[in-house]
């Protein structure tokens, strides 16, 4: 916006106090700082002294009374939290925007900087208030403008981490294909639904002490009249959604004793359909869930409002059937993915569609997520090829295509059948990578900073034992960077293969090659681990578990892969190693 606003030519830019005169209950005292469209200053009113925050309008056709609205509801929502210190009032003239708070003579900075200096018990006490205080807000659905959030809910991942799979434990409860899998914003709970219309909750926890528990912390079988595939956490960490293929879509709240019904809502499948995907997010007052039928139905839900529905729209059928949804991180637009390979951005303040794309080859749309840096950008899998692409809607172009498949690249002609359909993205200061596993049964770490380094993380349990040489290359095709993933024979020693020098053949080291496909894939970070989630099928043998508690004590650093198998679903525990 900043941009933006450098660019026009506004009228005289006037002094702080000129403004203040459009106000009449608050009289100029004092500058506190100023920029071209910017200005702070203190002020005197009926209660004492205020601080105003001035935003000259070089425009008058920016949306200012939408963003005035945002406020207030902030502003109410925080009146019960006793740590905040929110502004007061929001006004609009015609020159300028205000925003009023209290004014408080001496901040934290000046105290921690003049004598006596504050003992270790009292910043300590300092220390709890401010926690407190964020912790009031962040449970309101409401973040601190000053702190930045970090990727995967505040957790991150070591420099130059690159993992190693490594079996550890299974678990084994469910009686379906697992659907989906997902994880709670705060990394203590991760989630499970399947086939068998059960959904499951499991303790993040557990999973980095000496004696792993094999066992779910609660099921919820009450929605039993189909298979459920679609599964979303809310924001908060005590509630989930799940929706089945029976049109029935359920809030849940989870609780001590464990899952109990909050809300539900059933589909007309005639006009409708089931659900294909959802999302949930907190915007003030509001817990919205949205979420995409397979006849184009696109909802957002605000669980919080007696009337539930807070808007309603429509996807265009001639783009194909809608397949996945993903929405902004700042909720102001939103990404529907289709059978077709049709992409469509929906800007959610004026609910209408803004801009569209299409996979040159019409290919099915797996997977979608919002590009976590890049704006307006999103990262997609499409069916065949194991394509990942990250495409612009702004400038309506493919950016970046990783590329695993033995067609040539970005070949519309040629392509092989299998997709992705497990996705995890991290984009850090120093590590930009995506770990990729789908139909082929094999994971991939793909790095985007140095794609050469790009790795197999696991191979396919139909692969030959003797693997082929992967190497990775870059290069630019139409202006598009592809990432391409090719093989060559490995040079096989006089004899047969052979161990390193010194080293014995491991007998003991359980395989982690998979026997079918990989359905989904996520990430989690307890205390002491980083944990790789997946969804697949897969059968192995019980004696995994006495090698894998051993190795999870030496190298306290795992990975969990969740499998599925059409008769037995089970969840097995991967360790990472260091490079």
Not at 141 to 170: N, S
Not at 272 to 280: K, R, S, T, Y
Not at 328 to 353: K, Y
Request: net charge neutral; proline share 4%.
């Amino acid at each position: 916006m900043g941009n933006q606003l450098a660019g026009l030519a506004p009228y005289q830019i006037l002094p702080v106090d000129q403004y203040l005169l459009d106000i009449a209950e608050h009289q100029f005292d004092s500058s506190l700082g100023s920029t071209r469209f910017l200005k702070v200053a203190r002020t005197r009113y009926k209660d004492g002294h205020g601080v105003v925050k001035v935003f000259v309008i070089p425009d008058q056709s920016i949306p200012l009374a939408h963003y005035k609205d945002q406020i207030d509801i902030i502003r109410d929502t925080l009146v019960y939290a006793a740590n905040c210190l929110p502004f007061q009032q929001a006004v609009i003239s015609e020159r300028a925007a205000f925003i009023f708070r209290q004014f408080v003579a001496h901040n934290l900075y000046d105290r921690l900087s003049t004598r006596p200096f504050l003992s270790h018990i009292e910043k300590k006490w300092i220390a709890f208030q401010l926690l407190v205080g964020v912790n009031q807000a962040h449970k309101l659905g409401i973040c601190h403008g000053d702190l930045k959030a970090l990727l995967d809910g505040g957790r991150t991942l070591p420099r130059g981490w690159r993992p190693i799979g490594q079996l550890v434990a299974h678990m084994h409860e469910h009686r379906g294909s697992v659907n989906r899998l997902r994880v709670s914003r705060d990394h203590s709970l991760f989630a499970t639904c399947s086939d068998d219309a059960r959904l499951k909750i499991w303790d993040c926890t557990k999973m980095d002490q000496k004696n792993s528990t094999n066992r779910s912390k609660a099921t919820y079988s009450r929605q039993d009249g189909g298979r459920l595939t679609g599964l979303t956490w809310f924001e908060g960490g005590d509630g989930l959604a799940s929706a089945s293929t029976d049109g029935s879509l359920h809030v849940l709240r989870v609780e001590r004793g464990g899952i109990t019904l909050a809300q539900s809502r059933s589909m007309d499948l005639q006009e409708e359909g089931p659900v294909m995907d959802l999302v949930q997010y907190e915007a003030g007052s509001q817990s919205m869930l949205v979420y995409v039928t397979v006849k184009g139905a696109l909802c957002g839900w605000d669980t919080r409002a007696p009337g539930g529905t807070a808007w309603r729209l429509h996807h265009d059928l001639g783009l194909g059937l809608a397949t996945a949804v993903a929405v902004e991180p700042r909720h102001s637009w939103l990404a529907v993915g289709t059978s077709n390979g049709g992409l469509v951005c929906w800007d959610l303040r004026f609910q209408l569609p803004i801009s569209r794309m299409q996979h040159p080859t019409r290919a099915r749309v797996r997977r979608l997520a919002i590009h976590p840096v890049e704006p307006a950008t999103v990262i997609v899998s499409f069916q065949g090829n194991n394509e990942v692409a990250t495409l612009n809607f702004e400038s309506g172009a493919r950016l970046r295509v990783l590329w695993a498949s033995g067609a040539p690249a970005l070949s519309t002609s040629q392509a092989s059948k299998h997709s992705v359909q497990g996705l995890y993205c991290h984009h850090g200061d120093a590590d930009n990578f995506i770990l990729a596993a789908g139909s082929d049964r094999r994971i991939r770490f793909w790095d985007l900073d140095f794609p050469s380094r790009s790795y197999m993380m696991s191979w396919s349990a139909t692969d030959r034992p003797n693997h082929p040489v992967v190497s990775y290359r870059s290069q630019f095709i139409d202006g598009i960077q592809v990432v391409q993933e090719t093989y060559s024979r490995p040079e096989t020693p006089r004899g047969g293969p052979q161990t390193a020098e010194g080293e014995q053949p491991d007998l003991l080291q359980p395989s982690t090659s998979h026997h079918d496909c990989i359905s989904d894939l996520d990430v989690f970070h307890t205390s002491q681990t980083f944990v790789y989630l997946q969804s697949g099928r897969c059968s192995e043998n019980m004696e995994i578990i006495i090698c894998a508690n051993y190795i999870l004590i030496i190298y306290q650093i795992c990975y969990l892969l969740i499998f599925k198998n059409s008769i037995d679903a089970f969840f097995v525990i991967i360790m990472l190693r260091m490079y």
